[in-house]
Every structure is written in structure tokens, then in C-alpha cells.
């Protein structure tokens, strides 16, 4: 199975440059499933609310349309962050797109900073997509620092977990290897790079998309200067055994009653 990620540099504001960007990198590319960065069509450090407002659409808005086409022109299942409107709420999401289909919305449950401004935390548990055979569980960027929401994706069946991102702090690449070890599962983090200024925040963002595979290793990491695309084959079933060696799996071996939840 050949998966990626789309590592971009969003201008804030401007959709359709930032459509191009995408269009272009993915000229000629084929996979079975892609992951771009979190907010990739709107940029990320709004300065007011009827800024996010303008910028957020409802799930079949233009980033479905988008997305839609380029699925259809790489044959992958793509992912990729949205500000997602519902009603007069406004969500920080990620689309998972297959073809002409919308397979699903995560909406993400962990905010950072000023991200409680602009959005309402997400509403629903992390759920699991099954896209052509594989269990595909989604998070977006923050969500990392919180191991309960890659817990809850693996316990449900994740062998992959799509993490569209923005990240801004360096800890997170490292912090994958652990959190794919101890649930087996494979993991692409799509970062963006680049810098936006505005309002009072400056945020410069980190780049090195990563790839992490079952066992915590890097299959694949990108600087924090380049706009790239890239790919890695993974054998799938390495993330359905949940065997460490003949006597311990790592999911059977837990001890819930133990557990202070
Ligand atoms: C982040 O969650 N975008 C830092």
C-alpha cells in the first residue's frame, strides 16, 4: 500500500492559490492515500471571527470539490483540513474523500491557543473509517499531545492515522515514534511550512512531515523548507498484529481495571 503526504505553504486567505499549489504538486502522482496539512485552502492565523466566518464552508463547499478531482487524478483517499461550518458553528475538520465521495468529517476535539476563538471544540469521539480494506483513524495536528485520542482511533481498529497539521512547537515528530510503538499503528503527519504574521501572533511552522511507521521508526521525514510530496509503501498487516513477541500483545495485555480513567 503506498501512502503520503502533501507538505504545503498556504497563503492565508487565498483558496485558490493554495488549490494550485496542491494541484500542481500532485500532477502525475499516483497512491492510495494522501494526507494534507490541517486549514491547507484557508491558512491558519485568523485575526476575528467574521475572518473564519468567510473562510469556512459547509462539507460539499469548494475544498470537497477540490479534493474530489484530485482523488479522482491520483486514485488515492485523500484527507486534508477545513474550517468546516455547520449551522452557526464552526468547526476545525478534516475531510477523508474517496473519488466522488465524502467517506466522513473528524472534527477536532483538541484546540490550541486562540484556535478556542475561532472554533468549537469538536463534538463527537474519533471515529474509524474503513476506505479500501484499511481501517484509517484521523486526528488533527494538537491532538498529539494528548495520547487518548490516538488510544481511542487504535482501540477501535486505526491502522493508520491520518494527522493533517500546523504544528508550531518541535516536540510532536519525536512524539509519534512513541505513540505508534505502543498502538502499532502507522501514522502520517502532514505539516505545513512557512510563516504568518498577523494580528498579534507570528506563527513560523515546523515542516518535517513525517511517516512513522508500526514500530516507531521514520519511514519518512521532510524538511522545514521544502514543499514537497512523498510517498512510502507499507505493509498494512504489521499494524493488525498487535503482537510484540509470543508473549505479549500489547492490546490483550492491557489493564483496564488498574487504570484510573
Ligand atoms: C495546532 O494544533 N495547529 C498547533
Given at each position: 500500500m503506498k501512502i503520503g503526504y502533501v507538505q504545503t505553504n498556504p497563503l492565508f486567505g487565498e483558496k485558490d492559490t493554495n488549490f494550485e499549489q496542491v494541484n500542481g504538486l500532485l500532477e502525475g502522482m499516483k497512491a492510495d492515500l494522501l494526507v494534507l496539512p490541517e486549514l491547507f485552502a484557508t491558512g491558519?492565523?485568523?485575526?476575528?471571527k467574521t475572518e473564519v466566518e468567510s473562510l469556512a464552508e459547509e462539507i460539499d463547499g469548494p475544498t470537497f470539490q477540490f479534493l474530489k478531482k484530485q482523488s479522482q487524478k491520483t486514485e488515492a483517499v485523500l484527507i486534508g483540513g477545513f474550517a468546516e461550518r455547520d449551522g452557526d458553528k464552526i468547526y476545525n475538520s478534516a475531510m477523508i474523500v474517496s473519488k466522488n465521495k465524502l467517506i466522513g468529517v473528524y472534527r477536532k476535539i483538541h484546540l490550541y491557543y486562540k484556535e478556542k476563538e475561532w472554533f468549537s471544540p469538536g463534538n463527537k469521539t474519533p471515529e474509524v473509517f474503513n476506505v479500501k480494506g484499511v481501517n484509517i483513524g484521523v486526528m488533527i495536528c494538537?491532538?498529539?499531545?494528548?495520547p487518548e485520542t490516538i488510544r481511542t482511533l487504535a482501540l477501535q481498529g486505526s491502522e493508520i492515522i491520518a494527522h493533517p497539521s500546523n504544528l508550531?512547537?518541535?516536540?510532536?515528530q519525536k512524539a509519534m515514534q512513541t505513540r505508534c510503538l505502543v498502538n502499532r499503528v502507522y501514522a502520517i503527519t502532514s505539516n505545513r511550512i512557512g510563516r504568518e504574521k498577523r494580528g498579534n501572533d507570528d506563527f513560523i511552522f515546523t515542516g518535517g512531515s513525517q511517516i512513522t511507521s508500526y514500530?516507531?521508526?521514520?519511514?519518512s521525514s521532510s524538511q522545514n523548507n521544502d514543499i514537497n510530496v512523498a510517498f512510502v509503501e507499507i505493509d498494512i498487516e504489521k499494524a493488525r498484529d498487535?503482537?510484540?513477541?509470543?508473549?505479549?500483545?500489547i492490546f490483550e495485555d492491557r489493564r483496564p481495571e488498574f487504570y484510573k480513567l
Open positions: 491558519y492565523a485568523f485575526i476575528s494538537f491532538d498529539w499531545f494528548f508550531v512547537l518541535p516536540y510532536c514500530n516507531g521508526e521514520i519511514l498487535k503482537h510484540l513477541n509470543p508473549y505479549n500483545n
